[in-house]
């Protein structure tokens, strides 16, 4: 295909998803919901192991789609949206594995490019992405991003880390070189220094990194999933961040200051940083918080955190056979 054919299926898949998200009414304030798109249309939508598989689609007899249980949510959503392109841009059948949803391979038929540029318009669109780029305080052009703010950027659009890196290199926000390196990076890798250094328990689980600027936030997040706190804090005054005993399924897996060896020698009095983390067990909605206070005088708070946790149901079934995102919710 000639780069011109190329852009041409690029331009058929964005705007079939432009129609799309004005169909489903899209506020462009929070992710799409691309599963309850999928029923919106009457397609089936199945979650199976698939192996090397990322997804598929079926127009024949009764449309449907079919989702790689064992993927990151985040992905499932990709695939799906990708899917559901094939399906609303007419194709008949699509068999996808890494390069028909993620790659931008040359040898790659025209159907295929639709679909990508389908998936990368309907989860992440431009509104969404300038939205996106502005909770982290970067610029609407960045021209690069470190590796960190590409995967928060990610979580707030509900996107995998390297579909949202394709999409900010293809919108122009970030520079050829910065994609590429940003791809060469192992997500784990990533988290790791998220956490400053605490490996998430589950590697596929997302961990979101908050400051004091997040309070009051709802996150919608899965069972597995962590939530990393970073607030400040003047230890010699006796002040200090004290997390609340979180409801069950929630469980507080670390509470420390962050070790600073800049701090050492600074003045005493200094302030330093309190590090916090929750992991959530199964789903519920609930709240985490801390109040800022000292140990002998609990009515006393200075400040206090919180944030509300919507915990959702996983649908990576573990069945050996398919289940139904409805069958999930009827369970
Ligand atoms: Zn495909």
New binding site residues.
Partial sequence: MTSGQVDRHRRVGSVEAQRALKRAGMDFETPIDVFGAIEEQQVWLLFQPLDRLY?A?RRHDTPGIVIHAGHPYRLQRFTAA??L??HLLG?DL???SQD??ERQVATLPG??VE??AFAATFLMPVQLINRGLAQLGLDSHPSSVDPGQAYRLSLELGSSYSATVVQLRALGRINAANARELLKLSLIDIKTELTLGHRPANARADVWPLLREDAGRTLSIRPDDEVHVRLVESPTTGYRWRPDQPAAPIEIVGDEPVPDAAAQGRAYGAERTRHMWWRALAPTETAVAADLRRSFDPDAVADRFEIALRVLPTITGESDHGVSRRQLQLA
């Fill in positions: 997804g689609y990708h899917e392109g094939h194709h699509s068999v996808d028909e949803v159907q295929e679909a990508q």
